[in-house]
Structure formats: structure tokens, C-alpha cells
């Protein structure tokens, strides 16, 4: 079984600042790993994913992520935030081993950015 | 954004009455998805699809049923609704290799039950 937990509900974060997106996952074969964002009244649009290779991802929006095998970890990330960075965001887990690349969805982060 | 439209957008309905919620892709994609999102369960898996008339169930299947008889076509119907069906349901597509590529979602069916 494969499972994903965004152990926060809420981040607060002013403008400018350092953001962190919580997410920890567990799966019996070895993860892809996804984070998507989604604005009011709208779907889920993809961030970034990390299937094999070098552990720090880039996305889109200057978003990042870090895979930690270790620490079954893949935390979201951005440098700098801006107050349009406000939105829910969500982790998504694939495991290997399974058919018909089913995702696991965490509970979603509700980011907010202040001026 | 990728080519994906579900219909209806909104959809108030009796308890008891059957729903068809339809999702319709011009990607060719083999992966289809119906998800429902409800407040602190982000979202939860009821149906997918692998190929035409190759379904199977997710993590929240009761009460639903699935067909999928074109590959742009994938049918979410609830059988008979209920109040604990209201929700905000989402049918998203992946593919072509499945696993490793991202899913693309439709804007959502806001569907209330009364």
C-alpha cells in the first residue's frame, strides 16, 4: 500500500521569505513523487516530480523539491515567495510496483503568502 | 492546459436519483481517473480506467460505477445518490507511459445532493 502525509494543514509565510511544503510518503517499491497546486474553483495543475536521478527537482514557478530516500521525505520549496505562491498544494505518490500508475493524494497544505 | 472537459460543471440532484458525470479527453492518453475532493480528505481515488472497458476500482468505490467504451470517453454515474455524495468531483488523464508522467485534471463537477 502506498500512502503519502502533509503533516501541515496551514503554512504562513511573508512575502519574500523561504517557503517549505511539507510531505512524507511510504510505498513497498520505490516512489515517483509529485507535487501539484490548485487555485480557488479550479483543478489540480501539475508542479514538479521526481522519478529517478539527481534528488533536488525544479518545476515550474521557481518551485523545487528535494527527494530524501532516507528520510522518505520530498519536501516543496521556493526561495522567495510571493503573495501569488497562495493556493493549495498537494503531494502525490506512484508506487512502482503497482499497475495503472494509481496516485496518492495527501490532504493538501493551504499556503498563504502576506505582503 | 491540456485537453480535458467534464460535464456538467454543477449539478444539484434528489437524493436517490442516478448522476452521470462525463470526462472527455482529446490527449489519446490511457490513463483516466475520477478522484472526489472533500475538505480534510484531500483527494481520494474512486475509479480508474487503463484502457477501453479496463477499469478498476480506487480507494472509495461504493455507490459508483464507471464505463469507459471510447478512449476519450470515461462516465462516472452514481448509482443511486446521497448526501454523503455531494462533493467536488475531478476526472484527470495520464500518459502515455502512465507511471512516471503526471496526471492532468478537468475543472471539477461541483455536484450537491439534497
Known amino acids: 500500500a502506498q500512502s503519502v502525509a502533509q503533516p501541515e494543514d496551514q503554512v504562513n509565510v511573508a512575502e519574500g521569505n523561504p517557503l517549505t511544503v511539507k510531505c512524507t510518503y511510504s510505498v513497498s517499491g520505490n516512489p515517483y513523487l509529485f507535487w501539484y497546486v490548485q487555485y480557488p474553483n479550479r483543478g489540480l495543475q501539475f508542479l514538479l516530480k521526481?522519478?529517478?536521478?539527481?534528488?533536488l527537482v525544479k518545476g515550474s514557478y521557481g518551485f523545487e523539491a528535494e527527494f530524501n530516500k532516507s528520510q522518505t521525505s520530498f519536501h516543496l520549496k521556493k526561495p522567495s515567495a510571493l503573495v501569488s505562491d497562495s493556493a493549495l498544494y498537494f503531494c502525490?505518490?506512484?508506487?512502482?510496483?503497482?499497475?495503472?500508475?494509481?496516485?496518492?493524494f495527501g490532504d493538501g497544505t493551504t499556503l498563504t503568502v502576506k505582503p | 492546459d491540456a485537453g480535458i472537459t467534464q460535464s456538467p460543471r454543477h449539478k444539484v440532484t434528489e437524493t436517490g436519483t442516478p448522476v452521470t458525470l462525463r470526462c472527455h479527453q482529446t490527449?489519446?492518453?490511457?490513463?483516466m481517473y475520477w478522484y472526489r475532493q472533500d475538505p480534510g480528505h484531500g483527494l481520494r481515488l474512486i475509479h480508474y480506467s487503463y484502457g477501453v472497458k479496463d477499469t478498476d476500482k480506487g480507494e472509495v468505490s461504493d455507490g459508483y460505477s464507471v464505463s469507459r467504451s471510447k478512449t476519450e470517453d470515461f462516465l462516472l454515474t452514481l448509482e443511486s445518490a446521497t448526501s454523503s455524495q455531494t462533493s467536488v468531483y475531478f476526472c484527470a488523464i495520464s500518459g502515455p507511459a502512465g507511471l512516471n508522467t503526471e496526471a492532468f485534471f478537468g475543472q471539477g463537477t461541483r455536484l450537491t445532493v439534497v
Open positions: 521526481y522519478i529517478t536521478g539527481d534528488n
Open positions: 490527449e489519446n492518453h490511457r490513463y
Open positions: 502525490a505518490v506512484r508506487d512502482t510496483g503497482t499497475n495503472a500508475g494509481k496516485s496518492t
